[in-house]
């Protein structure tokens, strides 16, 4: 089975205009969405992630959200601005290519353990 990428639908309203239309984002969940809500969940003093689905639900939501920009605030705060956040159909999904890299997840590239110059640069 190839890999896919998760992407979840999510629904907020805005806490400081709740008259306005609530907005739709469709966000791409990764592993730093998924660590980063597991780190909250302990900070709360949440149970096993196995043991509440729906928090970790909205816990990845928005993770993935303050990642990308759209939501600044705590979890808590997004408690309050979230509607709904629901998976998106895997059948939908976009096959992972192995072979391709993805340039948004350009990483900072830096040599580990070399201490001596580089013969080709002289640096």
């Not at 780190?39 to 196995?50: D, F, N, T, V, Y």
């Not at 909205?58 to 629901?86: C, K, Q």
């Amino acid at each position: 089975m190839p890999l896919t990428r998760t992407y979840f639908l999510v629904l907020l309203e805005d806490p400081e205009h709740p008259e306005a239309e609530p907005v739709e984002h469709r966000v791409e969940i990764r592993a730093v969405d998924q660590l980063t809500a597991e780190s909250e969940a302990k900070g709360m003093g949440l149970g096993a992630p196995q043991n509440m689905p729906i928090t970790v639900t909205y816990l990845w939501a928005w993770a993935a959200l303050r990642r990308t920009g759209v939501f600044e605030g705590r979890f808590r705060d997004f408690r309050n601005a979230v509607i709904a956040a629901e998976k998106e159909d895997p059948d939908e999904a976009e096959p992972v290519d192995p072979t391709r890299r993805d340039p948004s997840a350009e990483l900072p590239l830096r040599s580990v353990g070399t201490s001596q110059a580089n013969p080709l640069t002289g640096g």
